[in-house]
């Protein structure tokens, strides 16, 4: 009876190596003596051992092992007592008398290894003799041990082609029915060991099941080294053997092992040859099989043989490689009833595998595989099986990189129901792929429909499927998200201006329902995307056949006023007034005046509604200034209104030296290089004025409440504003204004009060040096600057 203790186990172990090792002893020193009547009945006690019961297959391997030794040297004896006259069929006969049956069929295979050596007798005569002999021993282990050997021995000795041991016209034959003989009967033991034991150790039998396929998978390997099995013989003879003992012993272990046996050690060109016959045996097979991962190695397997060159792909068309695979994977599914979701979309994933290296060219192929997956998913909704989502998105992921083109993708109608059954999170993942892929091969999708399938697959992205979703998600991994889509918006062109408003408005749709967070980041690509069609639509509302055209500058301006609205809702004003100055822009270089005033109103309207904070003020006002000073589409009323406007918010500034900076700015909107009617020198100068009086106004306040009047740097920023007019022509700016000033400089920097400001020096003696090299230019400019002392 076999102990569960392993500690017994070991005990048993070593009692059986040391009675080996004790009989081996013997058996050596009546093989150095020459002595063939001891060294057969020692060698026989020493196989003895491998009689015990006690044993698990593992441990018995290792007491098997030391006999394999053991009879190699036992062999090499045989060999020599041959060449001394001993007849080797004298020798064959003789070991059979041994008492007992397992000791005397290993040495019957190991009499038989030499007596087919010998060539005295056929080799397949011998062979067959000793496969039949081993039907003497049924025990599980004890029989799968010893047809190993005989496997073991034999391997280099089958009569095969061109083998030493060639027979007559059928000798593939006969190697091919003895390794398939040894073969079915060393897999009815492996099979019986699951019944043999208690219920409860069922378990533990099958580990150890596990641990002995590799001897029944050996003659397999043994098999399809035969050099005489060619096509022919593998369809007829050795694949329908094989196939029917795998069906036959209704086993799952050992038919999931040896399924896999013949797709690995078969070649790929008899596995597509025979495609039907190893297919139709899928369905019969139980159901607690893996059959997913049978069917997805040999789809594997196929894949790279048709990869590997092109001249194999006509045989492929030949025997409808896909339409075979195709039926079989519907009858696996169709028998197997519950098949969860991830086996079901692991095999649709490894047919489209297939597909695309065989028939890249028929996406409706690829259509029909995506279909009957959301046939399998239907009625299950978004899976929760992570394995099953990851399976979905390999399936999906392998049109992209096969055809490096999401047009090919968006053409497929079943693409985006597959991905409606992915979790929002992997939806998401997918999403992005998607645009990697885009990006990566810099695809340009140029048509409304095309975009609109396109936003479809990625809504993932671009609105909340879940709302509770964003809660979890990492801010950055939100960033870096939305900055996708982004520059995927950015990759939408059409050279016709129809049609490229079209894609306009159909992203506009999209986005705009992304929810408050996602509109800062996809608003503003939109805008530019549309800023570029107006760039080309330039001058296009003055011809009055372009007014009955749907895209023009007018129609396209008004989209982007509503756009800019919607991010009121999340707020951020210092963007949306940034885009209103941009389209205000636009809006000027089309002259379309009212359009360019409108886009100022809103942005005035949100500076001093929206804009709170001094510091976003500050940027805002250059913003504003900076943009008012290159139109010139205004004429004279609502260019003094918007200038006004911008100067009073300019004093109205919190802090006193950025009211002096936003002060002195606002005096380029008086004085235009390139408008002659916008050169008022009064006001510019006015404007100087007024920011030395806050300048001043601002040392005061520092000597009031720090004790020091603070740095001169406000002033020397005016004085290089005085000196830029100056240069310009403008009468108003005078040499005794510039002089003066100068002078209040030096005076202050001279004072006690004032805080040492290195940044200040330097920029005062950088101004200095500018004017000394003015001078020293010669001619009118030389003339002009003289009067000023430095």
């Known amino acids: 009876m076999i102990s569960d203790g392993v500690e017994d186990e070991d005990k048993w172990l070593a009692a059986g190596i040391a009675g080996l090792q004790q009989n081996a002893f013997y058996m050596h020193r009546a093989l150095d003596s020459n002595n063939l009547k001891d060294a057969l009945k020692y060698s026989a006690q020493m196989l003895s051992e491998l009689r015990t019961s006690r044993l698990s297959p593992h441990k018995y391997y290792e007491l098997y092992m ?81 047809r190993s050997y005989l496997s073991q021995v034999s391997r280099d000795k089958l009569p095969d082609i061109g083998s030493e041991y060639e027979g007559d016209a059928d000798t593939v034959v006969d190697a091919v029915e003895f390794v398939l003989q040894n073969f079915t ?79 690995q050690v078969f070649p790929d060109e008899y596995h597509l040859q025979t495609l039907e016959e190893l297919l139709s045996a899928c369905p019969q097979l139980q159901p607690s099989v893996d059959i997913k991962t049978v069917l997805s190695r040999l789809m594997e397997r196929l894949s790279n043989y048709a990869a590997s060159s092109a001249e194999v792909l006509p045989e492929f068309l030949q025997v409808e490689a896909f339409s075979k695979l195709n039926n079989a994977i519907g009858k696996v599914i169709e028998a197997q009833v519950d098949m969860p979701a991830f086996g079901a979309v692991t095999l649709y994933s490894s047919l489209l595998t297939f597909t695309l290296h065989v028939h890249p060219d028929r996406l409706d192929y690829v259509d029909r595989i995506l279909g009957a997956c959301v046939k399998k998913l239907s ?99 939100f960033k ?93 004003p210092e963007l949306a007034l940034r885009l209103y100055l941009q389209c205000a822009e636009a809006a000027n270089d089309c002259d379309l005046e009212p359009v360019a005033y409108e886009f100022f109103t809103q942005a005035y309207i949100l500076y001093e509604e929206e804009i709170a904070d001094s510091k976003a003020q500050v940027t805002a006002i250059h913003l504003i200034i900076g943009t008012l000073q290159r139109m010139h589409v205004f004429g004279v009323e609502n260019r003094d209104t918007l200038t006004h406007k911008a100067t009073g918010y300019s004093a109205k500034l919190l802090k006193k030296p950025d009211q002096c900076r936003a002060v002195y700015a606002c005096s380029h909107l008086f004085w235009v290089d390139d408008q002659d009617s916008i050169k008022d020198g009064e006001r510019v100068l006015l404007c100087l004025k007024r920011a030395l009086r806050i300048a001043n106004a601002a040392q005061q306040m520092a000597n009031a409440t720090r004790g020091s009047s603070g740095s001169v740097m406000l002033f020397v920023e005016i004085l290089n504003k005085y000196i830029y007019f100056f240069e310009k022509g403008n009468s108003q700016i005078t040499v005794a204004a510039i002089q003066g000033l100068i002078e209040l400089i030096t005076t202050e920097m001279q004072s006690d009060n004032v805080t040492s400001d290195p940044a200040a020096d330097a920029f005062l003696a950088s101004t200095l040096r500018y004017i000394e090299f003015q001078k020293q230019k010669g001619g009118a400019v030389s003339e002009k600057y003289e009067p000023i002392k430095v």
């Open 66 to 146: 030391r006999a394999f030794d053991e009879l190699r040297k036992l062999e090499i004896f045989f060999k020599e007592e041959t060449r001394r006259g001993c007849a080797i069929i004298d020798l064959y006969e003789l070991v059979q008398h041994a008492g007992n049956i397992l000791p005397r069929l290993y040495l019957l295979c190991t009499v038989g290894s030499v007596y087919i050596k010998s060539k005295e007798a056929p080799a397949k005569d011998v062979l067959k003799d000793l496969v039949e002999m081993c039907r003497g021993i049924q025990h599980p282990v004890r029989g799968l041990f010893l």
């Open 379 to 477: 009625g299950k909704g978004k899976l929760e099986d992570s394995k099953a989502t990851k399976q979905i998105v390999a399936l999906l992921s392998a049109p992209l990189e096969k055809y490096n083109n999401i047009e090919t993708a968006l053409k497929l109608s079943n693409y985006p129901r597959v991905m409606e059954h992915l979790d929002d999170g992997t939806n998401k993942v997918m999403a992005s792929v998607i645009i990697q892929s885009i990006m990566k091969n810099k695809t340009c999708i140029f048509t409304a429909d095309k975009v609109e399938a396109l936003f479809e697959l990625i809504k993932g992205l671009i609105k909340d499927l879940d709302e509770n979703l964003h809660d979890e998600l990492d801010e950055e991994d």
């Open 185 to 263: 009967e060393m897999n009815k033991l492996w099979v019986r060991m699951q019944h043999q034991g208690p219920a409860r150790e069922k378990e533990k039998r099958e580990k150890e099941r596990s641990e002995l396929r590799d001897l029944v998978g050996k003659n397999l390997h043994v098999l399809s080294q035969i050099e005489g099995v060619d096509l022919d013989m593998y369809r007829n003879t050795v694949l329908p053997r094989v196939l029917e003992q795998v069906v036959n012993c209704k086993d799952d272990l050992a038919q999931y092992y040896l399924m896999d046996c013949i797709i």
């Open 480 to 572: 870096e998200e939305q900055n996708s889509v982004a520059r995927l918006i950015q990759m939408l062109y059409n050279d016709n201006p129809e049609e490229m408003l079209k894609i306009i408005c159909t992203v506009r749709k999209h986005i705009l329902i992304g929810g408050p967070r996602r509109l800062p980041f996809t608003v503003p690509p939109l805008i530019f995307s549309s800023l570029k069609l107006v760039r080309r639509l330039q001058g296009q509302d003055k011809d009055t056949a372009a007014e009955e055209a749907s895209a023009t500058p007018k129609k396209i301006f008004l989209l982007l006023n509503q756009t800019i609205e919607a991010l009121a809702t999340v707020p951020v």
